[in-house]
């Protein structure tokens, strides 16, 4: 499972070269017939992580809870993006990632409240929720392409 922490941290720098290469306006730009943007699905993508891994263990969070209610399942872009938050999802994004490989070596994710995905995936141990976490990752990655091709 460390491996797939080790790609999910390769997409993370995917995700911030993408941020780095795009302006803000099309970070923003939401085409038809898509109801998101580049940006809610990077950010997405962290709140979530954070969320499988760190709340269903029943550990603190590394991410601001404002981030959360913005970004998590079920959520829609508002179409704003301060040069604050988008610095602060740049920075997490890796960091979330490298503190996740260290707490994972540490066992600290040994308590994990069961979980069933909107996927239907049953997530029953930290191993689980880091491998569709990846996944989920992937499906993000590829809505963000997509996005681009449309700009």
Known sequence: MRNFLEITLQN???????????????????????RNNIWWNIAHVVVTQQLLMYKLSGTAMLIPDALVAK????????????EE???TVTALATSTIEQAIKDYDAGVFANYS??????NVTLKNIDDAIGFNL?????????????????
């Open 12 to 34: 993370r720098k995917n995700l911030c070269a993408i941020i780095a290469q795009t302006s803000k306006e099309d970070l923003l730009k939401i085409p038809e017939p898509f």
């Open 71 to 82: 970004f998590k399942k079920g959520t829609v872009p508002d179409g704003t993006a301060t």
């Open 85 to 87: 938050e988008i610095a």
């Open 114 to 119: 069961e979980y069933t995905t909107s996927a």
């Open 135 to 151: 996944f989920h990752e992937g499906i993000h990655f590829g809505s963000i392409l997509a996005l681009k091709k449309m700009l």
